[in-house]
Structure formats: C-alpha cells, structure tokens
C-alpha cells in the first residue's frame, strides 16, 4: 500500500530565516505531487505541483521555491520566511492513470509551520 | 468567482440527526467530484467520490447534479465521530486535467454534539 510522510511535523521558524520541508512517497512509481498551504481558517491553496524530476509548476509567485531531487521526494524550500508564509504545510500525491478515480489526491499529515 | 462554493457552516446538530451539506462549482467541464473530510489540525482524507447517479456509503450519501453544477453530501444519524470539516472538491476538468488538479471548497464544519 502507498504511504505519504512529512517532517518536520511542527516547526517555530524566525522571520528571515530559510526553510526546508520534506515529503516522501512510498508504494507508488512516478506520482504527481502537490505542496498546499492551509492558513488559519482559509482553504487550501496549492502552491506547486509535479509531474516528474526536476519538473516543478508554480501556481502562486512568493518567496518558496520547490524542488523534486528523485521520483518519490518533494522539497518545499525558502531563502527567507515571512510572517506570512505561516500555516499548515500539506503534501500530496496523485497516481497516474486516466478515469476519474485517478483523479484522486492522497495528502501527507502535515507539517505545521509557525513564523514568528 | 470561486471555483467550489460550499455553505460556511458551522452547523451544529444532536446524535441522530440528519444533516445536508450543499456546494456549487463553476467549472461546467469538471469530470471529477470528491467529499473530503478534515478532522481538526490533521490532513483531509478522502470520504467519497460523487458519481453521476448519486451514491452512497453507510449513513452518507453524496449527491450531483450536472446542469446546475451542484453537488451535496447528506449525513443521516449523525455520531459523535462525525464532527469535522467536510470539503467539497472539484477537478480542473479540461483545463489541466492531466495533471489532476484539485479544486477545495474553504470547508463546511460539522459539529455533533450528544
């Protein structure tokens, strides 16, 4: 079966300070990956996407950057944190296919990120 | 205009009740319907996908209807267990499809109390 995992779980990150979270795939060959970001009482709001290696999307201009080194391992990466790049840091993965069930994402638990 | 609509709740509701949650999307080509259920400061997790005939699962049922681009999740016997935020996903449909994009309604919250 397929497992998603993310680390840190919680982060406390000083304004100006880099970042880097971690999300790894197993189970699955060559997925789709997704980085969300949840503000306090907002909606998911995807950030980046991935269909490949080294094949990244931005889908909102900021100051985080992605980066997908191997098939199964996304990084979400900043030079300098903002106040407002606080929220609730989601991975996801979607497997490849054609039908609406594939259609499906998959989220990692979370990494829980504090720029104070 | 939003791409998923959904009605902000809270609703608050006893053990045993019947509650029904509404959405709308504006993406007429969209191909893909999803109730998501998130329990609080954890990741949504899948609860079921809508198909055109409606469907259902134990106490829940998800209903769609394409011409006015409507989708509802109805809850019948509410449990304890049930209280959470439930999102109403939508896919990208024609545009960006194959890369599966989502589309996430802000969540209705559900609150069941005893």
């Known amino acids: 079966s397929q497992t998603i995992h993310q680390w840190p779980a919680t982060l406390v990150q000083p304004v100006g300070s880099p970042l880097s979270l971690e999300c790894t795939v197993e189970?699955?060959?060559?997925?789709?990956l997704y980085w969300y970001r949840q503000a306090a009482g907002r909606g998911l709001q995807l950030l980046f996407y991935?269909?490949?290696?080294?094949?990244i999307s931005s889908e909102v201009p900021q100051n985080l950057s992605a980066s997908r080194p191997q098939d199964r391992q996304f990084i979400l990466s900043s030079k300098k944190l903002l106040l407002s790049d606080s929220g609730f840091y989601l991975c996801?993965?979607?497997?490849?296919?054609?039908?609406?069930?594939?259609?499906?994402?998959?989220f990692g638990p979370g990494t829980r990120l504090t720029v104070l | 205009r939003k791409e998923v609509e959904q009605d902000p709740g809270p609703f608050n509701v006893p053990e045993g009740a019947t509650v029904a949650f509404n959405c709308t999307y504006s993406?007429?080509?969209?191909?893909?319907f999803f109730w998501y259920r998130q329990d609080c400061r954890k990741e949504p997790k899948l609860l079921m996908s809508v198909y055109s005939s409606g469907n259902e699962d134990g106490r829940f049922t998800a209903q769609l209807n394409r011409a006015s681009q409507y989708i509802s999740l109805l809850i019948r016997d509410s449990k304890l267990s049930d209280s959470a935020t439930y999102l109403c996903?939508?896919?990208?449909?024609?545009?960006?499809?194959?890369?599966?994009?989502?589309?996430f309604g802000r969540g209705t919250q559900l609150t069941v109390w005893p």
């Open positions: 996903v939508v896919n990208g449909g024609s545009r960006g499809s194959t890369l599966g994009r989502l589309y």
């Open positions: 991935s269909v490949g290696i080294g094949q």
């Open positions: 993406n007429s080509a969209s191909q893909s």
């Open positions: 996801a993965w979607r497997k490849l296919g054609s039908g609406s069930t594939t259609d499906t994402q998959y």
């Open positions: 189970g699955t060959s060559n997925p789709n």
